[in-house]
């Protein structure tokens, strides 16, 4: 998979680092509230695995799976539910864990779909963020790093499936997805 790569933007002791700052600050943050840590699939997976494995303060974990519909950069940023959550967030503290966020439709519209749904407060932590490329107002709560307009894999990103279990999250070469 390497060769497929311009280079290696974060490496993992940077991402390591970068989760145990993210980690002490959202357990801080949430001491006394339980939040319940919901992982949208699949990007997020080894960020989230990581991030909870560093906190140590209790919580909850549940899952969401969502795709776009049709393309994701019209102005609706409507997505499909492919898996919901499993209980009641009413009343909850919910912390969206993301690999990234880049137009901001996706978390825009799960953040209104879920705070129809009555929770205390609904915050976003990503690990990268593509503000460049925002199309809308959102902004995450918590960020592991900003990164430029490229086409990023590795550490649970993918390109058509691919790369997600790379350690390090590296820059694709064009000639790969052109
Ligand atoms: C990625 C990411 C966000 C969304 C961000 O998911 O995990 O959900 O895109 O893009 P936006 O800010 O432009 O809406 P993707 O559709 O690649 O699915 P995946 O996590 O299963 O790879």
Redesign the pocket.
């Known amino acids: 998979m390497y060769e497929d790569l311009k280079k290696i933007l974060i490496t993992k002791e940077e991402i390591d680092k970068r989760i145990k700052e993210l980690a002490a600050e959202l357990d801080r943050d949430y001491e006394g509230k339980r939040p319940l840590m919901v992982a949208?699939?699949?990007?997020?997976v080894m960020f989230y695995a990581d991030l909870l494995r560093a906190m140590t303060i209790p919580l909850e974990l549940d899952f969401m799976?969502?795709?776009?519909y049709g393309n994701?950069?019209k102005s609706s940023?409507e997505v499909k539910m492919i898996k919901d959550l499993d209980r009641s967030i009413e009343g909850r503290h919910l912390i969206i864990v993301?690999?990234?966020?880049?137009?901001?439709?996706?978390?825009s519209y799960l953040k209104r779909m879920l705070y129809s749904r009555h929770p205390e407060s609904v915050k976003i932590c990503t690990l990268l963020d593509k503000f460049e490329?925002r199309?809308t107002p959102?902004q995450p709560d918590y960020k592991g790093f900003d990164i430029g307009n490229e086409f990023v894999v590795g550490y649970?990103?993918?390109y058509a499936e691919k790369y997600r279990n790379l350690p390090e999250i590296g820059i694709l070469k064009e000639e790969v997805y052109r």
């Open positions: 949208i699939l699949k990007g997020s799976a969502i795709s776009s994701k950069t940023g993301e690999d990234i966020v880049d137009s901001g439709y996706t978390l490329c199309e959102l649970g990103l993918d």
